[in-house]
């Protein structure tokens, strides 16, 4: 468990220095349950376990109408803002329909051209504002770093609130792991726990995020061999390279997707992402085909994989492939809603209640 360290006694800069697992410990509660949700780093493996778990007993629960009136008893007192100025659907609707399921009461920002910032005010001021209304803000956000600056200075003042990162420029989108992990558990239970699999990694990896925050969670995994498969100038960083090194993870990168298919357990495919970000340069030098999933590859496959998506998508996985048993990214964004879940009532400490009405009711 990490032990808890304050973000109100520390600095900006000090705090902007640290690494990653240096500023892990300053985003837990006491309890070592997560107060704020950062980055990946912040999480181990009893936790993701716990996570998981509880995503499922809160999905059985909400099978009846008992067991929704009980989840939607436990944190009807809270409201959560969803701060999100970079377009989503899943995320936000997920989100939302989280804090519907548990009782919050959530409202939305989603263009802050209607909003006082039209008249000069700050960003920071804006988000600051919402800490006065909510006891949870739920951020989407294209600036870098944006969210971890909020984290620590709404941490300074006197009214401290949790704040999820649902996606921070390039940084990271912890929760969209969160439920992939989920996704890839309940893909492979039938045949043991997630380990001893081939993960491949296939797209805009520069600049997705999903894959920066699922590549290290999968360290705590046995034995999971990554492979990431990208054109050259959208390689995955090398910052998660070296994480990845220093975690003696087995990995490869590669432009050449197609050979890695016949290998692969979970495919998990990614957009090209140049719709928000321009800086990764032009995509008209490379074949976008060659980083895309078609019905003949389906061949090469073997049948017992799983191709995950965190959508949206565009070209890179073809419709047809969708009723494949095999294509579990649909199940996998549903999954989201229960992950997210779990995860507020934890960070509010709900889940200990929710699993005593699952063991009285369910088990
Ligand atoms: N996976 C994901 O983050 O989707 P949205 O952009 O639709 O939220």
Redesign the pocket.
Known sequence: MLRRKRLDEISWEDFNRLSLEEKAPYLVQANGRPYHVLIAQQFNREQLDGLCDLATRIRRIAKSKEGMRFLSDLLCHKRAMLDFT?????????FYAACQILGIRPAEVRDPSISSEMKGESREDSVRTFSSYFDMIIM?TPLQGFVEKMVWELSNTDRPLPIIN??SGKDQ?PT?ALLDIYTLQRSFEKNGELANKHIVFCGDLARGR?VRSLSRLLTYYPNIRQTFAAPEHLKIGQDIIDDLAAHNVDFTVTTDFKSTIPTADAIYMTRIQDEWDKTAGESSHFNLMDFALTVDDMKQLPHTSVIMH???RRHEIDPAIDSDPRAVYWRQ?RN?MWVRSALIATIFGRDQEITHYYMMNLK
């Not at 970079?86 to 997920?94: A, E, H, I, M, N």
């Open positions: 970079q377009p989503s659907s899943r995320t936000f609707l997920s989407r649902a996606g989108h969209q999903t965190p959508l949206p964004m989201g």
